[in-house]
T-cell receptor
Framework: GENVEQHPSTLSVQEGDSAVIKCTYS??????FPWYKQELGKGPQLIID?????GEKKDQRIAVTLNKTAKHFSLHITETQPEDSAVYFC????????????FGTGTKLQVIP | DTEVTQTPKHLVMGMTNKKSLKCEQH?????MYWYKQKAKKPPELMFV???????INESVPSRFSPECPNSSLLNLHLHALQPEDSALYLC??????????FGPGTRLLVL
């Protein structure tokens, strides 16, 4: 089955700096990679996703890159703000027939004002 | 704002109780999921319903019983739970693009 590794487990940055979270996956059949943000006491919220036919995707301060050859993908947050503080999960799945999503272990991001 | 709602928000139950968790979506999605999440861990898949039929059961103990009465509703019936079943229970839905959208969860405490 799929295995997703995520690093780092914790990340502290100064407000305004950039944050990068990296994930690797094992199953070459995976073709869809969502990222979720989870605030304390809430459900995970989709913040950005990327499919295997695309190498990079941006949405304002958030970007995701995908390297299919190396089987890794990364989340980049620029100009971080205190409200970016949360736990971030990467995930991978083989889309087609509502298959299982495999989550990474999570990164707790703290943005220091 | 989430279009996936879950009730109740919090639930405390004894090991002999029977209770149900409810999930409702109005996104027209045809897949619905139950996840269990322990503190500081990622969500762990329990069940998947696709077009109102159970398609994935991740070897979940029978004290958890899912039900999908229609395309908008998903229930999780709980009976004879153990204290280690205390967790956040999350519902998610997915449409044709298979992107999963999560509800806010039910925080369950088993005494």
């Amino acid at each position: 089955g799929e295995n997703v590794e995520q690093h780092p487990s914790t990340l502290s940055v100064q407000e305004g700096d950039s944050a990068v979270i990296k994930c690797t996956y094992s199953d070459s059949a995976s073709n869809y990679f969502p990222w979720y943000k989870q605030e304390l006491g809430k459900g995970p919220q989709l913040i950005i996703d990327i499919r295997s036919n695309v190498g990079e995707k941006k949405d304002q301060r958030i970007a995701v890159t995908l390297n299919k050859t190396a089987k890794h993908f990364s989340l980049h947050i620029t100009e971080t703000q205190p409200e970016d503080s949360a736990v971030y999960f990467c995930a991978a799945m083989n889309s087609g027939g509502y298959q299982k999503v495999t989550f990474g272990t999570g990164t707790k991001l703290q943005v220091i004002p | 704002d989430t279009e996936v709602t879950q009730t109740p928000k919090h639930l405390v139950m004894g090991m002999t109780n029977k209770k149900s968790l409810k999930c409702e979506q109005h996104m027209g999605h045809r897949a619905m999921y139950w996840y269990k999440q322990k503190a500081k861990k990622p969500p762990e898949l329990m069940f998947v319903y696709s077009y109102e039929k159970l398609s994935i059961n991740e070897s979940v103990p029978s004290r958890f019983s899912p039900e999908c009465p229609n395309s908008s509703l998903l229930n999780l019936h709980l009976h004879a739970l153990q204290p280690e079943d205390s967790a956040l229970y999350l519902c998610a839905t997915a449409g044709q693009q298979e992107t999963q959208y999560f509800g806010p969860g039910t925080r369950l405490l088993v005494l």
